[in-house]
């Protein structure tokens, strides 16, 4: 099967390549010519565990190809992926459809035979219906279906979450379109990956809701972590309390300095949009956006409180700057407002992060970039694990604390044991955790039946 994707961002050339890695043949488009260009030399645009090896396999194999020419892209394509950008407009924080309903525009203006297009960027309810306007204005005599099929992929987990998928969700007006899907995801269902078919405005809708969801479980716990550190609680077995209820579900309730990238915060937004042009108010995810927002600066706070009486002058090193590990992505990561709040309090601030240098430097232009995280803590007065990378997992914490000057740390992913931290010397705090007391252990009973 033929299949082209507009777009080669993050969602369009994970998608890209595996579908072709499934044996399907694809084309990826995009207008940037320099991209293009180092996508057929190898060159990824973002970084993503696993992309640069599929992207060359199939590439090798003659099932992937890449142009900047949307009309060649698209002739002869049964099913044509939208996957272009849709950032928060200016403003407003109205998702901007501006490159989407571009894209569908130029589509039509190509298409030479009957296809699906397939909106795979995350769009407010309602899009489908807009691009398919656009296409029966353009090409009034066109054999032409739109469907909404959302992506669930998280960065760093991306190759695997779109080939071992929980669900597809797929939305669709007519048979012609939901017959088109099937094929497009045969290679999965043949995996037993649940296929989910809605109608187009509910699988734009249930994007928005899952986003808002886990964004909300995440505030939840964030807030609930706040409440341990006044009552002397732990968060971690409150989460592995309430988690083992299987209504709840134990994933996304970890304790931290609050969610980023480039989903979470965007979505949550465009859905509260959404929301006041019908007036129909979603107010828990105004209160999420709210907490999130403010829980950003308020870790800065805390770092900045850890350093006493006098901050001013004094070094912090933080750990980890991506907004989550396995990924250079620095969109709305929370290293960007603590660092913010340590440099307005005339503190001086050090960085590591294993990939995302390039990305944190035109963002924190006062910070010192430095190779490695014990590079990163020499002279500083507090070190702060901002972001749970593999390689800050099992530091020498004895080392580092050697080659500081202080002996704060600060762990906002709670990586750490407070033992472990205090046992190398150092001054610990971490994210809802008691200073001291009794940590969770879980203990199986034993369900062998009685014997008589
Ligand atoms: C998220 C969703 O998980 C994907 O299903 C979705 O497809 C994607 O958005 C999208 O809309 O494109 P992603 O933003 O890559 O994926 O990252 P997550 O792993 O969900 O993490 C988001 C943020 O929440 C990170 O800052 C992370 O540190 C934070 N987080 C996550 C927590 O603070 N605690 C948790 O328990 C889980």
């Not at 407010?124 to 032409?144: H, K, N, Q, S, Y």
């Not at 779109?162 to 597809?168: A, H, L, N, S």
Request: proline share 5%; charged share 25%; hydrophobic share 40%.
């Amino acid at each position: 099967m033929r299949i082209a994707i507009i777009g080669t961002g993050y969602v369009g050339l994970v998608s890209g390549a595996c579908f072709s890695d499934f044996g399907h043949d694809v084309v990826c488009v995009d207008k940037d010519a320099s991209k293009i260009d180092a996508l057929l030399k190898g060159v990824m645009p973002i970084f993503e565990p696993g992309l640069d090896q599929l992207v060359e396999r199939n590439v090798r194999q003659g099932r992937l190809s890449f142009t900047t020419e949307l009309a060649e892209g698209v002739k002869g394509a049964e099913a044509i992926f939208i996957a272009v950008g849709t950032p928060s407009r200016r403003g407003d924080g109205h998702a901007d459809l501006s490159y989407v309903y571009g894209a569908a525009r130029e589509i039509a203006e190509a298409l030479d035979g009957p296809a699906v297009v397939v909106t795979k960027s995350t769009v407010p309810v309602g899009t489908g219906d807009e691009v398919e306007r656009i296409l029966r204005e353009v090409a009034p005599d066109a054999e032409v279906s739109v469907c909404s099929n959302p992506e669930f992929l998280r960065e760093g987990a991306a190759i695997e979450d779109f080939k071992r998928p929980d669900r597809i969700v797929m939305g669709v007006e007519d048979g012609r379109a939901e017959e088109v899907m099937r094929d497009v995801y045969r290679p999965l269902y043949l995996n037993r990956a649940p296929l989910l078919f809605t109608s187009r405005r509910t699988a734009e809708l249930i994007k928005y809701a899952a986003n808002a969801f886990l964004a909300t479980k995440i505030t939840f716990i964030n807030e609930i972590a706040d409440l341990c550190e006044e009552v002397g609680a732990d968060v971690q077995d409150v989460s592995r309390g309430i988690g083992l209820d299987n209504r709840i579900g134990p994933k996304f309730l970890h304790a931290g300095p609050g969610y980023g990238g480039s989903c979470f915060p965007k979505d949550t937004l465009a859905l509260l949009k959404t929301a006041e042009d019908y007036q129909s108010p979603v107010r828990i995810v105004e209160a999420v956006v709210k907490v999130n927002d403010a829980r950003k600066r308020a870790m800065g706070r805390k770092v900045i409180k850890a350093l006493g009486e006098e901050p001013r002058g004094k070094t912090v090193a933080l750990l980890g700057l991506a907004f989550k590990p396995n990924t250079d992505d620095m969109r709305d990561a929370p290293s960007i407002a603590i660092f913010q709040a340590l440099e307005d309090a005339g503190v001086n601030v050090r960085g590591y992060d294993p990939e995302s240098v390039e990305q944190a430097r035109p963002l924190m232009p006062g910070m010192t970039f430095c190779d490695t995280p014990y590079a990163a803590a020499e002279g500083a007065d507090a070190v702060v694990l901002v972001t749970e990378w593999d390689v800050l997992r099992a530091l020498d914490l004895k080392r580092l604390k050697a080659v500081m000057a202080g002996d704060e740390l600060v762990d906002l992913r709670n990586i750490y044991t407070p033992q472990e931290v205090t046992g190398a010397g150092f001054q610990w705090q971490g994210v809802g955790k008691p200073m001291r007391g009794r940590t969770g252990s879980i203990e199986v009973a034993d369900r062998s039946p009685v014997s008589a």
